[in-house]
């Protein structure tokens, strides 16, 4: 059949041809025309033309033709737009475009198309026209796989879609839209010019959000987890995530309880909020709503990382449960072409490190964005193109059609229990209030909003239709709407006379790092667990260069040797592993680490496959997973973000190829990662690895943007630190892990510490101790009396430091460097003991590589001055104010990097009447 269309391009002379070729010899003619006369062989039965006829054969060309069309363009034909505008049509849909008539339908049979059960092309044509140009628009033909194609073409037009609501069903549907529609129009009179982006013109999201977790539940889903903007949220809320009308009447009157780490919160159409459901048949569905800015999509990808941890099987290694739990993802019409996290999270959908087995997505679609009309915010003809770049199925559906939406969320549940993947439904609706309720949208759209104000609600269309259909009796649905305004007016006046909220927030200062934990591990078990690591089946093969340095991570445990980077940070998560703390890193190249530093995932150079070590440390060890990640910092960092909300028993990380591509993905620092806390009180413990240092790689190579993260933090809301050496990174990963406050840290990592030996740890600094935030100077700290000049630094900038005045080039005695590890939270005991130690120094001197205007020292500079006083000198070492972090060539950066190495070394000059110098910091 699928040659029919383009032999119907043609002329009869050529099929006669071609016959005559293929009867003489079938080898004679390729594959597609066997075919075509093999199927015209069968044909020999119709009536009163002869099978072999090529304007016959020509008809049924043009018939094949059409329905295909219908398959592939009928959504063009479907009345989607609830405000009357035609569709946009095609001229494919109509038999003249293929050279033929309707008659000529009549004359074909059914079985000529592959429809037995159809008499004629005609009754098959019409039954085709009925399920694609009818309620719902289908977009499926774009999928590569013919399997998924060919289940589509089985369920729509074999019938597996014509379940419709039972009367019972369509009731509680009025009803729910009633509540719908009632809320809103209770606050629009209750509270008048307040925002609450209202969800009138796109009602029926709720009903189909509930048939959603009704069918998910009875698939047996346990968790049901949800992302969307503002558009709606309070309503969803209050209808899904049961939270009372009460609590909604309270917001807008201000009062409110704490929901957060601190007492500034977040809009009411910001929150988040989670329920417990019950189902039809008994069982129980967990169902959460995620918090999320006004950065529209933002909260996408964070909701596929809460998904996938959620399908984690409880009590069982390594193992998911992809049909546990549904991830729901609501966007707009304008941000969903506009905002490139949408592309970029539709990417992660079947990659093994991200896939969660499928997201309903719906686009809540109001035919506008803010007053850009969809002409002006979008080069595509539907607001959901971008997703067929991903093969995901769409449908269109007009969102006053109740039952048609409800029933594109079963076939959308099908589809993800069939085939694992995403589906996406277009609701095409409207908004009937402007972008919010103190705006006018006349101004910018008069001819819409016109014809929105003369357009009845769904709920009145919804319950006019059921009058017709007689399933409820006249003026029924106004008796309901009568009744449930009755109940909010009673709500509304017992929370007007209701005292405010005690609103108390949390302590912040719980969250900082908390109760000390025990980071040192017995030598015996790091020993063990090298070996573990160090261990491959005998028939792998991994590459010989590769072997020899793994190899030297044996010796390295002994008194000869050292431990580096890499190697620390395996025996840090060894050690949480086998002590069931799950680990889970992501990143552009994560897997080796992109300085070769890691080699997690060992290849047989043989054979290609791979293998893990830390994943086959004991058959009890918790999972340990390693991804390479997409080209993305943006979606992978929110995953990331999102796991360790939803997985509190997990080291989750994030490594970025380079530091300074962390602001890609500014936003999700900005909005998730260092606010969570004080906007949600929501939890998060992922950790930021961010490769930093100045070597001469210019100025996208150098820069993590110190300054940034130290600028947003507050309240305890997260950690940052520089270790400097690997056991500092040793220890600070296994506070993070084990420590109960959970809050984010963010890491500046090292490049060419990675292997440096005088950066190297031993053993010993493993297994006693812990992280210190702050690490005297070792040699200086033995005559604190000498010193007049104490040296504060992070980082890389102090083996610069040393390396100077090992060569000898500069003197020590008069010079204590101290680094200071940590940065926030403030080690401020340990720097006044530091500063008591050195009782009798001049100066104090903050170095560091960055400029002036980026690095920690805006940060620290008030700090120190107040653990000093105001007689002391604070001088600033470093590069001066940049526009730009680094040099772009080598000479320029080794001349700033030796000029600022030997401004901090300089000797001082002889005292002045012994008076110590009072200059403030400059």
């Given at each position: 059949?699928?040659?029919?269309?383009?032999?119907?391009?043609?002329?009869?002379?050529?099929?006669?041809?071609?016959?005559?070729?293929?009867?003489?010899?079938?080898?004679?003619?390729?594959?597609?025309?066997?075919?075509?006369?093999?199927?015209?062989?069968?044909?020999?039965?119709?009536?009163?033309?002869?099978?072999?006829?090529?304007?016959?054969?020509?008809?049924?060309?043009?018939?094949?033709?059409?329905?295909?069309?219908?398959?592939?363009?009928?959504?063009?034909?479907?009345?989607?737009?609830?405000?009357?505008?035609?569709?946009?049509?095609?001229?494919?849909?109509?038999?003249?475009?293929?050279?033929?008539?309707?008659?000529?339908?009549?004359?074909?049979?059914?079985?000529?198309?592959?429809?037995?059960?159809?008499?004629?092309?005609?009754?098959?044509?019409?039954?085709?026209?009925?399920?694609?140009?009818?309620?719902?628009?289908?977009?499926?033909?774009?999928?590569?796989?013919?399997?998924?194609?060919?289940?589509?073409?089985?369920?729509?037009?074999?019938?597996?879609?014509?379940?419709?609501?039972?009367?019972?069903?369509?009731?509680?549907?009025?009803?729910?839209?009633?509540?719908?529609?009632?809320?809103?129009?209770?606050?629009?009179?209750?509270?008048?010019?307040?925002?609450?982006?209202?969800?009138?013109?796109?009602?029926?999201?709720?009903?189909?959000?509930?048939?959603?977790?009704?069918?998910?539940?009875?698939?047996?889903?346990?968790?049901?987890?949800?992302?969307?903007?503002?558009?709606?949220?309070?309503?969803?809320?209050?209808?899904?995530?049961?939270?009372?009308?009460?609590?909604?009447?309270?917001?807008?009157?201000?009062?409110?309880?704490?929901?957060?780490?601190?007492?500034?919160?977040?809009?009411?159409?910001?929150?988040?909020?989670?329920?417990?459901?019950?189902?039809?048949?008994?069982?129980?569905?967990?169902?959460?709503?995620?918090?999320?800015?006004?950065?529209?999509?933002?909260?996408?990808?964070?909701?596929?990382?809460?998904?996938?941890?959620?399908?984690?099987?409880?009590?069982?290694?390594?193992?998911?449960?992809?049909?546990?739990?549904?991830?729901?993802?609501?966007?707009?019409?304008?941000?969903?072409?506009?905002?490139?996290?949408?592309?970029?999270?539709?990417?992660?959908?079947?990659?093994?490190?991200?896939?969660?087995?499928?997201?309903?997505?719906?686009?809540?679609?109001?035919?506008?964005?803010?007053?850009?009309?969809?002409?002006?915010?979008?080069?595509?003809?539907?607001?959901?193109?971008?997703?067929?770049?991903?093969?995901?199925?769409?449908?269109?559906?007009?969102?006053?059609?109740?039952?048609?939406?409800?029933?594109?969320?079963?076939?959308?549940?099908?589809?993800?229990?069939?085939?694992?993947?995403?589906?996406?439904?277009?609701?095409?609706?409207?908004?009937?209030?402007?972008?919010?309720?103190?705006?006018?949208?006349?101004?910018?759209?008069?001819?819409?909003?016109?014809?929105?104000?003369?357009?009845?609600?769904?709920?009145?269309?919804?319950?006019?239709?059921?009058?017709?259909?007689?399933?409820?009796?006249?003026?029924?649905?106004?008796?309901?709407?009568?009744?449930?305004?009755?109940?909010?007016?009673?709500?509304?006046?017992?929370?007007?006379?209701?005292?405010?909220?005690?609103?108390?927030?949390?302590?912040?200062?719980?969250?900082?790092?908390?109760?000390?934990?025990?980071?040192?591990?017995?030598?015996?078990?790091?020993?063990?667990?090298?070996?573990?690591?160090?261990?491959?089946?005998?028939?792998?093969?991994?590459?010989?260069?590769l072997a020899r340095v793994l190899e030297r991570r044996r010796p390295a445990l002994a008194s000869e040797g050292g431990v580096d980077w890499g190697h620390a940070e395996a025996l840090a998560w060894a050690s949480l592993l086998i002590n069931g703390?799950?680990?889970r890193i992501s990143g552009q190249d994560a897997e080796r680490g992109t300085f070769s530093h890691r080699q997690s995932v060992l290849h047989d150079y043989e054979s290609g496959k791979t293998y893990t070590p830390l994943q086959h440390l004991s058959e009890d060890a918790a999972p340990f997973e390693i991804y390479n990640s997409p080209l993305s910092e943006v979606a992978v960092l929110a995953f990331e973000y999102g796991?360790?909300?939803?997985?509190?028993?997990?080291?989750?990380?994030?490594?970025?190829?380079?530091?300074?591509?962390?602001?890609?993905?500014?936003?999700?620092?900005?909005?998730?990662?260092?606010?969570?806390?004080?906007?949600?009180?929501?939890?998060?413990?992922?950790?930021?690895?961010?490769?930093?240092?100045?070597?001469?790689?210019?100025?996208?190579?150098?820069?993590?943007?110190?300054?940034?993260?130290?600028?947003?933090?507050?309240?305890?809301?997260?950690?940052?630190?520089?270790?400097?050496?690997?056991?500092?990174?040793?220890?600070?990963?296994?506070?993070?892990?084990?420590?109960?406050?959970?809050?984010?840290?963010?890491?500046?990592?090292?490049?060419?510490?990675?292997?440096?030996?005088?950066?190297?740890?031993?053993?010993?600094?493993?297994?006693?101790?812990?992280?210190?935030?702050?690490?005297?100077?070792?040699?200086?700290?033995?005559?604190?009396?000498?010193?007049?000049?104490?040296?504060?630094?992070?980082?890389?900038?102090?083996?610069?430091?040393?390396?100077?005045?090992?060569?000898?080039?500069?003197?020590?005695?008069?010079?204590?460097?101290?680094?200071?590890?940590?940065?926030?939270?403030?080690?401020?005991?340990?720097?006044?003991?530091?500063?008591?130690?050195?009782?009798?120094?001049?100066?104090?001197?903050?170095?560091?590589?960055?400029?002036?205007?980026?690095?920690?020292?805006?940060?620290?500079?008030?700090?120190?001055?107040?653990?000093?006083?105001?007689?002391?000198?604070?001088?600033?070492?470093?590069?001066?104010?940049?526009?730009?972090?680094?040099?772009?060539?080598?000479?320029?950066?080794?001349?700033?990097?030796?000029?600022?190495?030997?401004?901090?070394?300089?000797?001082?000059?002889?005292?002045?009447?012994?008076?110590?110098?009072?200059?403030?910091?400059?």
């Amino acid at each position: 059949m699928t040659v029919l269309p383009i032999i119907s391009a043609f002329n009869d002379g050529y099929v006669a041809e071609m016959q005559e070729r293929f009867e003489r010899d079938p080898a004679s003619v390729d594959e597609s025309w066997r075919q075509f006369f093999a199927m015209a062989g069968q044909l020999r039965g119709a009536p009163a033309v002869s099978a072999a006829d090529p304007a016959y054969l020509r008809k049924i060309a043009g018939a094949a033709a059409l329905v295909q069309a219908i398959r592939q363009y009928g959504h063009l034909g479907v009345q989607v737009d609830p405000l009357g505008s035609a569709p946009a049509g095609a001229a494919e849909l109509k038999c003249e475009f293929h050279g033929i008539t309707e008659a000529d339908l009549a004359t074909i049979p059914g079985s000529a198309l592959g429809f037995d059960s159809d008499a004629t092309a005609a009754d098959a044509v019409a039954r085709l026209r009925g399920a694609y140009q009818a309620t719902i628009g289908f977009e499926f033909e774009h999928i590569e796989r013919d399997a998924e194609r060919a289940w589509f073409r089985r369920v729509i037009e074999e019938g597996d879609m014509r379940r419709t609501l039972t009367d019972e069903e369509k009731r509680a549907v009025l009803r729910r839209l009633t509540e719908v529609d009632g809320l809103e129009r209770f606050l629009g009179r209750a509270y008048q010019g307040y925002k609450r982006f209202s969800i009138e013109g796109n009602d029926t999201l709720v009903p189909m959000l509930e048939a959603a977790i009704e069918g998910a539940a009875a698939a047996g889903a346990r968790e049901v987890v949800m992302a969307m903007a503002h558009r709606g949220r309070i309503n969803v809320l209050t209808h899904v995530l049961d939270k009372p009308v009460s609590a909604v009447f309270e917001e807008f009157e201000g009062k409110y309880a704490a929901n957060a780490a601190s007492d500034t919160g977040d809009v009411k159409y910001h929150l988040g909020a989670e329920t417990d459901r019950e189902r039809k048949g008994g069982e129980r569905v967990h169902v959460s709503l995620m918090p999320n800015p006004s950065h529209l999509e933002m909260v996408n990808p964070v909701l596929e990382g809460v998904a996938r941890a959620q399908q984690r099987v409880p009590g069982t290694l390594r193992v998911l449960d992809e049909s546990s739990v549904l991830p729901i993802a609501m966007h707009g019409d304008a941000a969903f072409p506009g905002e490139g996290v949408v592309a970029e999270t539709f990417n992660l959908s079947n990659l093994r490190g991200y896939r969660t087995g499928g997201t309903l997505h719906i686009i809540v679609n109001n035919q506008i964005g803010f007053t850009t009309d969809p002409s002006e915010g979008r080069s595509t003809h539907y607001a959901s193109d971008l997703a067929k770049g991903f093969e995901v199925p769409i449908l269109h559906v007009n969102g006053d059609d109740a039952e048609a939406c409800i029933a594109s969320v079963w076939l959308g549940l099908a589809y993800r229990e069939r085939f694992g993947k995403d589906f996406l439904i277009d609701l095409v609706g409207y908004r009937r209030q402007g972008h919010n309720e103190a705006d006018e949208p006349v101004y910018t759209q008069p001819m819409l909003y016109a014809a929105i104000k003369s357009h009845p609600t769904t709920r009145e269309l919804w319950g006019q239709r059921l009058t017709t259909e007689g399933v409820i009796e006249p003026g029924a649905t106004e008796r309901l709407d009568a009744d449930i305004q009755a109940q909010f007016e009673r709500i509304h006046e017992q929370v007007k006379s209701k005292a405010a909220v005690d609103s108390d927030p949390i302590d912040a200062g719980a969250l900082e790092n908390g109760s000390p934990v025990t980071t040192a591990v017995p030598a015996e078990q790091l020993i063990a667990l090298n070996e573990r690591m160090l261990s491959w089946p005998s028939d792998f093969h991994p590459l010989p260069k590769l072997a020899r340095v793994l190899e030297r991570r044996r010796p390295a445990l002994a008194s000869e040797g050292g431990v580096d980077w890499g190697h620390a940070e395996a025996l840090a998560w060894a050690s949480l592993l086998i002590n069931g703390t799950s680990v889970r890193i992501s990143g552009q190249d994560a897997e080796r680490g992109t300085f070769s530093h890691r080699q997690s995932v060992l290849h047989d150079y043989e054979s290609g496959k791979t293998y893990t070590p830390l994943q086959h440390l004991s058959e009890d060890a918790a999972p340990f997973e390693i991804y390479n990640s997409p080209l993305s910092e943006v979606a992978v960092l929110a995953f990331e973000y999102g796991y360790s909300v939803a997985s509190p028993d997990s080291l989750v990380l994030w490594e970025a190829q380079f530091g300074d591509f962390a602001n890609v993905a500014q936003c999700i620092i900005d909005q998730f990662i260092s606010s969570d806390g004080a906007k949600w009180g929501q939890d998060s413990g992922v950790v930021l690895l961010l490769p930093h240092g100045y070597e001469g790689q210019g100025p996208e190579h150098s820069s993590a943007r110190l300054e940034r993260f130290l600028q947003m933090c507050a309240e305890n809301n997260m950690r940052v630190a520089y270790p400097s050496t690997p056991a500092q990174y040793f220890h600070i990963l296994r506070r993070q892990a084990l420590n109960t406050n959970r809050r984010p840290l963010v890491l500046m990592q090292p490049k060419s510490l990675l292997r440096l030996p005088l950066a190297a740890s031993h053993l010993s600094d493993l297994v006693s101790g812990t992280f210190q935030p702050v690490i005297d100077d070792a040699i200086a700290s033995r005559s604190p009396e000498k010193v007049r000049r104490l040296v504060l630094c992070s980082g890389k900038i102090y083996y610069d430091l040393l390396a100077a005045i090992e060569a000898g080039g500069a003197s020590r005695e008069h010079v204590a460097i101290v680094r200071v590890d940590e940065l926030y939270p403030w080690p401020h005991e340990a720097i006044t003991a530091v500063l008591e130690r050195y009782a009798d120094i001049d100066e104090v001197v903050w170095t560091q590589e960055e400029p002036r205007n980026m690095g920690a020292w805006s940060f620290v500079s008030p700090r120190l001055r107040g653990a000093v006083g105001n007689a002391m000198t604070i001088r600033y070492i470093g590069r001066p104010e940049r526009a730009s972090p680094a040099e772009g060539y080598a000479a320029p950066h080794a001349e700033q990097q030796a000029k600022l190495v030997a401004e901090t070394l300089a000797p001082l000059a002889p005292k002045r009447g012994g008076a110590r110098a009072t200059t403030a910091a400059r």
